[in-house]
Structures are given as structure tokens and as C-alpha cells.
């Protein structure tokens, strides 16, 4: 191909993935699935990869996806909420754990597999034992202020039992019999659907009306604990134990997977049981379990290198409902 034709399919590419990119983050309310977004996102970074000098700041291959709306306060995080490589298949695991051994000096690495809820990123604040912000990821850099709408997620504790200034990150996420529920009430009431549940949480969520969000029966699994006085908790697996502790909703399917067999057990395990789930989730994320490591492995500007989403094969989500009638 010749360096115009490349620069054109690349142009072509970004602003396919630019488009579908606001009509998921901003909107609610995809024109594609999932696997047809990161085919392209794949196809885009293949060709940025064989031609580094075609790549620009603004490309969708260097963002992290969300924007901000303008309908609530802006929120600069204090660390930004990062988002995380994939990879399709078990081949590209063992490739992802070759770079990690190329810092921690073995293949051997303990991996905390956890279960990636098909939701959105939130960020909650506590000082001295209470919910004082919560946030949206946005850009990594900047979020919206939407703590008025995550008081109302019963799962998600006003105080907690440590007045040291914490932050706690995971995802919120509606269940499959609660979107079914919101979907027939849209229905009766003659409203355009939900196209599934990470959108129908997305907008919820972003709702003005706080009273509408309280009876929409939001959850959240939280997976994440920052605390700069913490001194004792090392790892993922003690963190895990310690916001059970605080009161925090974590989610019992996760294991410390201390070799490879294991987590390719666990992978075929949950992309077996994952359509029996009470909730959606799209693949498995694997992370270093050592927190000592994390600095030595790194970070890219997008995604931390100590974690990796493994994602499943696509399946279809939409039930017959949704076919027929209009979706938001
Ligand atoms: P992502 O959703 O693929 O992965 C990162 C996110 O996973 C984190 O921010 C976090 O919110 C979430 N997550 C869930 N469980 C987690 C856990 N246990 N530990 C850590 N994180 C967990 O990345 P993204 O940047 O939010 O979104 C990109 C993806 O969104 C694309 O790959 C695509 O599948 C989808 N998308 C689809 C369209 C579309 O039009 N269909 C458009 C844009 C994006």
C-alpha cells in the first residue's frame, strides 16, 4: 500500500472510531457492537504500529475513551483512572506475560483474576470515614462530579470505619433482571430502549434527576483501594479483604491464579459460566498480584503494563425486545 492509501484508510479509521466513540461514551446509545469497535481500534493500531511517524496526540488509539459532559462539576483526579490493554486470546496472554517477565525476571508471575463487569468506571472519595466525591473516569484526567447520583446505590457505603483520606475505584453496573425491568417499563411507556446494560447504567448514572436514579437499583463492585497513608496492605488479594472490611461490595468470583495453568482454568471456567451470571461482564482482567511490582513493570500513557482485559468472543446480547423496538 502506498503512504497516501495508508493515510487514508488510517483518517478513515480514526473517524469511524471518533464517531462511534461519542455515540458510546457521550450518547449512551451505540450504532455497533463492541467486537466491530475493537476490530477497528486493532486495525488502527496495527497500521500506527508499522507507521510511527502517521500517529497523532488526538488519534483514538492514544485517548482514553469517556468525555466530559458539561451537565455536572468537573473532577481532576488525583492519580488518572487509566484504562486497560486487551487481548483476544490465551497466545496473546502468554505474549503479555513474556513483557511482564521481561521486569519481574519470570514467567512465574501470581496473577488476581477478576471478573470485567460490563459497566463504567467509578472513583469514590472518603474523608474521615465519609463519602465525599464520586466520579466519573471521563478522560483519565478529568471526570464529573456525580455523588448526588451514587448516594442513591445501596451497595456503596456512606461512611466507612477508617477516617484515614481514602479512595476506592470499581465499577457500577446494572444487573441483567434490572435492565430488563427499566427496558419493559421504557416499553410500556412507548420510550426508546436501552441498547444493554453498560449503556442503560452510563445514562442512569448521568441522570440530573437523582430521584430517577434512586429507583433504577444501581450496584457497584469495587476492585481498587488507594490510600497514601496505608503502609500494610501489598497486594490485590489483602486489598480485596480490606475494603470487604470497610464495608464495600467485592466480588467473590475473583482468585489468585499463582501460575498460568491456572488462570487459563479460570479463563475457561467463567467464558463458560459467564451467561449464567446475574450480570454482564465482557472478558477476565488479570493483574499482577505483588503491588511492590507495579512501578517496576510501568505504565504506557493509556494503560497500566501489570494488567491485561482478556476479552471474550462476542456474543449476542440483544433479545428479541431489542430488536424490534428503537434503543437509546
Ligand atoms: P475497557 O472497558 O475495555 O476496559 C477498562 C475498564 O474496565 C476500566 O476502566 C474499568 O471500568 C473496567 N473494569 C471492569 N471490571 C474491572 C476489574 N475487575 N478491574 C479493573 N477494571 C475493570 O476499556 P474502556 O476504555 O473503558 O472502553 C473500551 C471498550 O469499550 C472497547 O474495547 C469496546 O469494547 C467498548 N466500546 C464500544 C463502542 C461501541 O460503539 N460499541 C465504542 C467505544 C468503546
Known amino acids: 500500500m502506498d503512504l497516501n492509501n495508508v493515510k487514508n484508510l488510517i483518517n478513515e479509521l480514526r473517524s469511524k472510531l471518533n464517531k462511534w466513540g461519542h455515540e458510546y461514551y457521550v450518547l449512551d446509545q451505540p450504532s455497533v457492537d463492541d467486537l466491530?469497535?475493537?476490530?477497528?481500534?486493532?486495525?488502527?493500531?496495527?497500521?500506527?504500529?508499522?507507521?510511527?511517524?502517521?500517529?497523532?496526540?488526538?488519534?483514538?488509539?492514544?485517548?482514553?475513551?469517556?468525555?466530559?459532559?458539561?451537565?455536572?462539576?468537573?473532577y481532576i483526579h488525583k492519580k488518572p483512572m487509566l484504562s486497560l490493554g486487551d487481548v483476544f486470546s490465551y497466545d496473546e496472554i502468554l505474549n503479555f506475560n513474556k513483557?511482564?517477565?521481561?521486569?519481574?525476571?519470570?514467567?512465574?508471575?501470581?496473577?488476581?483474576?477478576?471478573?470485567?463487569?460490563?459497566?463504567?468506571?467509578i472513583s469514590l472519595h472518603y474523608e474521615n470515614g465519609f463519602l465525599i466525591d464520586a466520579v466519573t473516569r471521563g478522560d483519565g484526567v478529568v471526570g464529573e462530579n456525580v455523588t448526588a447520583n451514587v448516594k442513591?446505590?445501596?451497595?456503596?457505603?456512606?461512611?466507612?470505619?477508617?477516617?484515614?483520606?481514602?479512595?476506592?475505584?470499581?465499577?457500577?453496573?446494572l444487573s441483567k433482571k434490572e435492565f430488563e425491568k427499566i427496558n419493559n417499563e421504557k416499553l410500556i411507556?412507548?420510550?426508546?430502549?436501552?441498547?444493554n446494560p453498560r449503556n442503560a447504567a452510563a445514562g442512569t448514572l448521568r441522570q440530573l434527576d437523582s430521584a430517577v436514579v434512586a429507583k433504577r437499583n444501581l450496584d457497584a463492585y469495587l476492585y481498587y483501594y488507594l490510600?497514601?497513608?496505608?503502609?500494610?496492605?501489598?497486594?490485590?488479594?489483602?486489598?480485596?479483604?480490606?475494603?470487604?472490611?470497610?464495608?464495600?461490595?467485592?466480588?467473590?468470583?475473583?482468585?489468585?491464579?499463582?501460575?498460568?495453568?491456572?488462570?487459563?482454568?479460570?479463563i475457561n471456567e467463567y467464558t463458560e459460566k459467564r451467561t449464567q451470571l446475574p450480570y454482564e461482564i465482557d472478558g477476565i482482567v488479570l493483574?499482577?498480584?505483588?503491588?511492590?511490582?507495579?512501578?517496576?513493570?510501568?505504565?504506557?500513557?493509556?494503560?497500566?503494563?501489570?494488567?491485561i482485559a482478556y476479552k471474550f468472543p462476542a456474543e449476542i446480547k440483544s433479545t428479541k425486545l431489542l430488536n424490534i423496538f428503537p434503543t437509546v
Not at 99 to 118: C, H, P, R, S
Not at 189 to 195: K, Q, S, T
Request: with cysteine; aromatic share 10%.
Open 36 to 74: 466491530e469497535y475493537d476490530q477497528t481500534m486493532h486495525k488502527l493500531i496495527q497500521l500506527e504500529h508499522d507507521y510511527p511517524e502517521l500517529v497523532t496526540l488526538d488519534s483514538p488509539t492514544q485517548k482514553i475513551g469517556g468525555r466530559i459532559s458539561e451537565k455536572f462539576e468537573k
Open 99 to 121: 513483557q511482564v517477565a521481561k521486569e519481574t525476571g519470570t514467567e512465574q508471575n501470581a496473577y488476581f483474576a477478576e471478573l470485567k463487569i460490563d459497566g463504567l468506571s
Open 152 to 173: 442513591t446505590i445501596k451497595s456503596i457505603p456512606l461512611s466507612i470505619p477508617d477516617k484515614r483520606r481514602t479512595e476506592v475505584r470499581g465499577e457500577i453496573f
Open 189 to 195: 411507556a412507548g420510550e426508546p430502549l436501552f441498547a
Open 227 to 266: 490510600c497514601e497513608e496505608n503502609l500494610t496492605i501489598k497486594s490485590q488479594t489483602e486489598a480485596l479483604e480490606y475494603l470487604k472490611y470497610l464495608g464495600f461490595k467485592t466480588n467473590s468470583e475473583s482468585i489468585l491464579c499463582n501460575n498460568l495453568f491456572e488462570l487459563e482454568n479460570y
Open 287 to 307: 493483574k499482577i498480584n505483588d503491588f511492590n511490582l507495579y512501578e517496576k513493570i510501568g505504565y504506557t500513557a493509556k494503560t497500566p503494563k501489570w494488567a
